[in-house]
């Protein structure tokens, strides 16, 4: 019997010794040695576009931002970039891939590791380092705020210049990847001083948390290339070094008048890792590769980014994409496998952004030794469709009714009659645009009918997985245009955009039809780009003319196309099962942009006083539509009682096209989760399945668009003078709109308190105008999102008319900053904090976990011996 329990209870020993070693030895410390250095940036060093093939002087767009005179600085700026090296006395640099361009060196770590970073500071200010996505204690924050800490939980808010500091950051279970996130999760680091102008002047860098046993030496397993792409305006003007580059670069730096807005918008820098206009290097991929693409957004209200990887497609979360939706402080792990060949751009679709040079090219080639598979399809149909582009009159509100109010859409001093009112500096309701119509034959003179409610949408169209499609294109157009599609799989024939891709001859007819010509192009949809298995059974996409992408755009060139699984179509084309199917492209119009703006002008009045300058002017030819009808013009959207409707909802256009629809009366079903925009909101009563429940309201409340404006003038104002100047006057409008969270700015609110290791859920509610668009930012801890399975974030994005659910439970105790990631809110008090309590002295639970362990095992150790 003595023998029975001596060799059960050694058994368990080993066991224990063994388990004891995994939670002790198997982890890392990853010790990283960065400076904070000062360096001169060039965002195109080429002294090229090239995408376009042009000297940026001679491109009138890339001039704005890279030409260096007496009051502007160029396109070469002094910068503060994060650099690392090989140890502590900060020697000898480690080599810095190009294609991170002034990015800090990539940080990354497996679950259970420690990263230690040795931070030196050998800028002339102070600085620091904040991390996204992982467990740090007060003394490893490196953001500075009054966070009620003193002495070293205080060293690591500013390191002044000649200083460092440890930073000590675990990747605990609660930060690690969900089983349903990828292997590896994307985060920043920043400076996080005074955060808006500490990363406007260039701290900033990626950082990666992985799963155990993801990482494979400096590199990952079962993936061939890596990637990290930061989207952005830097905002030269935010820069701590802008009047050192004002010295520096600009020959009358006296002249300088920093407040102008045309030298604060030559400072605005649209780039990608730093880079613009086409001069992002080392993109270099082999055909066949597994590529991780790590994508980040950071910044101000502009930096609304989609991300467009032309010719490959990917998956995020799940889902098959090839744009990848950015905002300030969203992260974004794309898994692509390279199977196209070719020189291919990858651009930012908001068109702003894209005009300003917010593009790169990736290059991918057959190596050898590998693969030079290309997807082919089989056993599909081909399906055929013939589309022409007419020019064509578009009225944006054909009843002449805003049928919402009833009212004529001319009504004086109505919000319509901006927009519709024509004069002698109006253009009014009606625009000549360019239309993608399609026909029944080659012929091109039959019409096919489309659906009303398509408006001026060009037809939609359909394939299943294994099909080709095939669309005939003629152009009846004044001007050269294009078809450019997005979710299928073309070769360089068939892609449909004009830029300098590396092809000539037959390769680049398709780049641009001319008017009276006709292209044919070719596409497919194999698996490797159908919807993937968490994606519903047809995909949306959208087609579009891609010679000038924004004015070919504006001027009404773009249609719904639809990828679905194998089986999913009906011989008429329409899905099965689908009562009724909806696409729905919501968009503001810029006419103004339009290749027909001056033949637009001319048709609406003989005499010549339109001034294209004029803000009320442009304003009139912003036309905020879906499917180009404004104030409820849009017809038959009509459905029967138990219809089951499937709504293909698409976005497009520039900065302003943030855009929530609501669907009154009903909900729809969106990734497995019920949603009306709206209804999301908790009852009023408490839940018994959580410890604690917080609602958060984030919005730019304008009191100038309150009913009681007068009121609080004549209550508060101490001297007001002429109100209705007051009223008019930037400064004084500027001040009355609140950056609040619940409506408190600053820091004013109070009662988010909660103890260690509670389950907390958060809910996020976003309301108000284009401005509020907010990513609501966490420190100390993450939370899980639930979007088909969890994931783990710390930001959330939030829109008008967005409410959601996030999940905590809170491990790292303190006080801590939760605020909107974009600059501006930022910078308007947008912000709040929130205290983690420890319920007692013990230290955390991972120390205690080791501790008990090790105390377990010598018990047993004891124990062994006296038996």
Request: hydrophobic letters at 35%; one cysteine or more.
């Amino acid at each position: 019997m003595k023998l029975v329990k001596s060799n059960t209870a050694f058994v368990w020993l080993v066991f224990c010794v063994v388990s004891l070693h995994h939670n002790l030895v198997s982890s890392k410390v990853r010790r990283y040695y960065i400076a904070a250095v000062e360096r001169k940036w060039n965002y195109a060093p080429s002294g090229y576009n090239n995408v376009k093939g042009l000297k940026l002087g001679e491109d009138s767009d890339a001039a704005v931002f890279t030409t260096r005179g007496a009051h502007t600085i160029g396109s070469v700026y002094n910068k503060v970039l994060y650099r690392e090296y090989t140890d502590s006395t900060f020697t000898t640099k480690k080599d810095h891939p190009k294609y991170l361009g002034f990015l800090g060196p990539i940080l990354k770590g497996e679950e259970g590791d420690t990263l230690e970073i040795h931070f030196k500071n050998r800028a002339s200010r102070k600085f620091s380092m904040h991390p996204h996505g992982v467990f740090y204690r007060k003394d490893s924050e490196g953001a500075l705020y009054e966070d009620k800490t003193t002495g070293n939980d205080k060293n690591d808010d500013h390191v002044p210049p000649g200083g460092s500091h440890v930073y000590s950051w675990k990747l605990t279970n609660a930060h690690a990847p969900t089983d349903s996130d990828d292997d590896c999760l994307t985060w920043i680091y920043h400076s996080h001083v005074l955060p808006h102008k500490d990363i406007n002047t260039g701290l900033l860098g990626i950082m990666l948390t992985c799963k155990k046993g993801a990482l494979s030496g400096d590199g990952r397993k079962g993936v061939d290339k890596e990637f990290v792409g930061l989207f952005t305006v830097l905002d030269e003007n935010e820069s701590w070094l802008l009047q050192k580059n004002i010295d520096e670069f600009c020959s009358d730096p006296s002249g300088v008048k920093t407040d102008d807005e045309d030298f604060q918008e030559s400072n605005k820098m649209h780039a990608i890792n730093g880079y613009f206009y086409g001069n992002l290097p080392g993109l270099e991929i082999c055909l066949g590769d597994s590529v991780k693409w790590h994508l980040a957004g950071i910044g101000n209200e502009v930096d609304i980014h989609t991300a467009y990887f032309h010719g490959q497609s990917f998956i995020i979360d799940g889902h098959r994409k090839d744009v990848a939706s950015l905002l300030p402080a969203t992260f974004v792990t794309a898994s692509m496998k390279a199977l196209n060949p070719g020189t291919w751009m990858l651009n930012c679709l908001v068109n702003d952004h894209y005009n300003a040079g917010m593009y790169a090219l990736y290059h991918v080639t057959k190596c050898n030794g590998k693969s030079n598979y290309v997807p082919t399809v089989s056993g599909g149909k081909t399906r055929t469709y013939y589309i022409a582009a007419n020019e064509v009159p578009w009225n944006y509100g054909p009843t002449g009714m805003n049928n919402m109010d009833g009212q004529s859409l001319t009504k004086p001093d109505s919000d319509s009659a901006v927009f519709f009112a024509q004069g002698a500096d109006r253009i009014g309701g009606t625009y000549t645009k360019a239309s993608y119509e399609e026909y029944t034959d080659s012929t091109f003179s039959v019409n096919k009918e489309k659906p009303k409610h398509l408006g001026f949408l060009g037809p939609v169209i359909r394939a299943e997985v294994g099909d080709v499609i095939e669309v005939v294109f003629k152009n009846n157009a004044n001007h050269n245009y294009s078809i450019q599609p997005h979710g299928v799989f073309f070769n360089k024939s068939n892609e449909g955009a004009l830029y300098q891709d590396r092809t000539s001859g037959a390769q680049k007819a398709d780049d641009i039809v001319r008017p009276g010509q006709n292209y044919t192009y070719r596409w497919t949809v194999p698996e490797e780009v159908g919807p993937s298995q968490s994606d519903s059974k047809c995909i949306t996409w959208l087609y579009y003319s891609s010679v000038d992408p924004v004015k070919d755009t504006y001027s009404g060139l773009f249609g719904p196309l639809l990828t679905c699984k194998k089986g999913s179509l009906k011989d008429d084309n329409t899905q099965k099962s689908i009562d009724k199917e909806f696409v729905l492209l919501f968009t503001v119009t810029d006419e103004s942009a339009s290749w027909y703006h001056e033949e637009n002008k001319k048709r609406a009045t003989y005499s010549n006083t339109f001034n294209d300058e004029d803000e009320d002017y442009l304003e009139s030819n912003l036309m905020h539509g879906i499917n180009g009808y404004l104030y409820a013009n849009l017809p038959d959207l009509d459905v029967c009682l138990g219809d089951k409707v499937s709504w293909h909802l698409i976005g497009f256009g520039n900065e302003v096209d943030m855009h929530t629809a609501y669907f009154y009366g009903n909900t729809f079903s969106d990734n497995g989760q019920m949603k009306d925009t709206v209804s999301l909101l908790p009852a009023t009563n408490s839940r018994s399945d959580v410890d604690h429940e917080f609602a958060l309201l984030f919005t730019v409340l304008d009191e100038n668009e309150s009913w009681y404006l007068d009121e609080n003038i004549d209550k508060y104002c101490t001297s007001p003078g002429n109100k209705d100047q007051l009223k008019g006057d930037a400064d004084f409008q500027e001040s009355n709109k609140m950056h609040g969270v619940n409506g408190f700015v600053f820091a004013n609110g109070d009662g988010f308190k909660m103890y260690q290791n509670e389950k907390v859920d958060w809910y996020l509610l976003g309301m108000g105008n284009e401005v509020d668009l907010h990513t609501v930012h966490f420190h100390g801890q993450t939370f899980l999102r639930k979007h088909v399975g969890y994931h783990r974030e710390d930001v959330y994005d939030l829109f008008p008319g967005v409410f959601a659910t996030v999940e905590m439970i809170p491990d790292s105790v303190g006080v801590w900053l939760l605020h909107c990631h974009v600059n501006d809110h930022m910078v308007g008090g947008m912000q709040t904090l929130y205290t983690v309590y420890d319920k007692s002295t013990d230290p955390s639970a991972a120390d205690l976990t080791a501790r008990s362990s090790f105390i377990i095992c010598l018990l047993l150790a004891v124990g062994v011996m006296v038996i």
